[in-house]
Nanobody, 124 residues
Framework: QVQLVESGGGLVQAGGSLRLSCAAS????????MGWFRQAPGKERELVAA????????YYADSVKGRFTISRDNAKNTVYLQMNSLKPEDTALYYCAAPHGRSIATMRYEYDYWGQGTQVTVSS
């Protein structure tokens, strides 16, 4: 069993930055990849970024490339999402999630464990 707890969301003006954190417990953190998803009202939950178990491989959705950076600190059992140049369309509930394998997972069904989410609101 894996427990995931997100933090760092909030209200920010367009062009601003936020850093989300996700603390994991319950299983060896370095044994699995991690991902960040988001879901806006009325929209499907979508993968924003993912990172392999070592942090050496990453994936980004086209909509956030060049603005968001995913990273992890295996010593702290934590994964981060640095979000820069935020836009109003980035407004959503952001979830961290853990798949069952070490490699990057890009499909929602590959993720077994989910946090409760942290709200990000970007004002124009």
């Amino acid at each position: 069993q894996v427990q995931l707890v997100e933090s760092g969301g909030g209200l920010v003006q367009a062009g601003g930055s936020l850093r989300l954190s996700c603390a994991a417990s319950g299983r060896t953190f370095s044994s699995y990849a991690m991902g960040w998803f988001r879901q806006a009202p009325g929209k499907e939950r979508e993968l924003v970024a993912a990172v392999s178990w070592s942090g050496s491989s990453t994936y980004y959705a086209d909509s956030v490339k060049g603005r968001f950076t995913i990273s992890r600190d295996n010593a702290k059992n934590t994964v981060y999402l640095q979000m820069n140049s935020l836009k109003p369309e980035d407004t959503a509930l952001y979830y961290c999630a853990a798949p069952h394998g070490r490699s990057i997972a890009t499909m929602r069904y590959e993720y077994d464990y989910w946090g409760q989410g942290t709200q990000v609101t970007v004002s124009s």
